[in-house]
């Protein structure tokens, strides 16, 4: 097992762990949880990550269709005990990996609701997001610094303040920023368009 592929277990470890624990949900054992980030590193192998854009591209999101996600999902889960508990959260993590890349937010963390509300800035809601208030491909999560994204997050916050203090973790966690800068940085298998 390379360094990175060993790191990117300990990572996608973590992020399930984090993940569960913020949604009040048992644990997974180590074995289930080494074996659903096993499987995810040999998927990228096979499948490929997204082209990296040229310095002058600036890409466009794009969303994978439920049709495209499902098999990936079933993939990951096949034989693990919970997994029908673990598909959303499998699912943000097959959209990581596999979503384009491009370059400008669709500031969807700052769209507000007819109420006012930003349904990404709800603390209920964006504990059942891996990636917090943003989105799981948004470039922010490798263009700017912790201290940046902070800031970025924290002017378009249209709720409690206190709230985006109290709980950064949730709403801006550091390991999935982490996980992000390791795909973008991955060697691991083709880069496909």
């Known amino acids: 097992m390379s360094s990175t592929s060993e790191t990117f277990e300990k990572l996608v470890s973590a992020l399930l762990a984090r993940y569960l624990r913020q949604n009040a949900l048992a644990a997974l054992s180590a074995d289930e949880s080494a074996l659903i980030a096993r499987r995810l590193w040999r998927l990228m192998q096979t499948r490929g990550l997204p082209c990296r854009l040229k310095p002058e591209e600036m890409g466009a999101p794009g969303e994978m269709s439920a049709e495209e996600v499902a098999p990936l999902v079933t993939s990951l889960l096949e034989g693990v005990s919970r997994a029908a508990e673990l598909g959303v959260v499998a699912r943000q ?7 384009p890349e491009f370059k400008k937010c669709r500031e969807s963390y700052r769209e507000t609701e007819d109420d006012g509300s930003c349904r990404r800035q709800m603390l209920e809601r964006v504990r059942t997001r891996l ?3 943003h989105c799981v491909d948004c470039p922010y999560w490798t263009a700017l610094s912790a201290e940046q994204h902070q800031a970025c997050l924290a002017e378009g916050w249209v709720g ?7 709980y950064r973790a949730i709403f801006l966690p550091e390991d999935f920023r982490e996980f992000r800068r390791l795909l973008r940085a991955s060697d691991c298998g083709p880069r496909v368009s």
Request: hydrophobic residues 40%.
């Open 93 to 99: 993590l097959v959209k990581a990996c596999f979503h």
């Open 131 to 133: 990636s917090g208030s």
């Open 160 to 166: 409690d303040a206190t709230m985006l203090t109290e």
